[in-house]
Nanobody, 128 residues
Framework: QVQLVESGGGSVQAGGSLRLSCAASGDTASTHCMGWVRQAPGKERERVAGFAANGGTSYADSVKGRFTVSQDNAKNTLYLQMTSLKPEDTAVYYC??????????????????????WGQGTQVTVSS
């Protein structure tokens, strides 16, 4: 089991930027499929970005071109750089992980329900 701790959320105006961080307790860089998932009030969870152990990335259409996921392997930390933020990006953002061997190459298409380990979440609020 991997412990995940997110940070970096906050309140910004539309058009602003934030960078979220997710510190992992163990060496996840080469063994885990990572992702950022958000949930807004009254809505289902949405995977906004995925990061595979081989460095591959994927994005939801709603954030493509605005969000960038990256990982610092030495620090076991996953990042989500968010730019051009919109009010509809307001949500609790979670970092999530699952061992890559459990998802058999589906990391970049993984639905939220298949991640096994979750952080506590960090609130992002975008005002218009």
């Amino acid at each position: 089991q991997v412990q995940l701790v997110e940070s970096g959320g906050g309140s910004v105006q539309a058009g602003g930027s934030l960078r979220l961080s997710c510190a992992a307790s163990g060496d996840t860089a080469s063994t885990h499929c990572m992702g950022w998932v958000r949930q807004a009030p009254g809505k289902e969870r949405e995977r906004v970005a995925g990061f595979a152990a081989n460095g591959g990335t994927s994005y939801a259409d709603s954030v493509k071109g605005r969000f960038t996921v990256s990982q610092d392997n030495a620090k076991n930390t996953l990042y989500l750089q968010m730019t051009s933020l919109k009010p509809e990006d307001t949500a609790v953002y979670y970092c999530a992980a699952v061992p890559s061997r459990f998802v058999a190459g589906r990391c970049l298409l993984l639905p939220p329900g298949e991640y096994l380990d979750w952080g506590q979440g960090t609130q992002v609020t975008v005002s218009s």
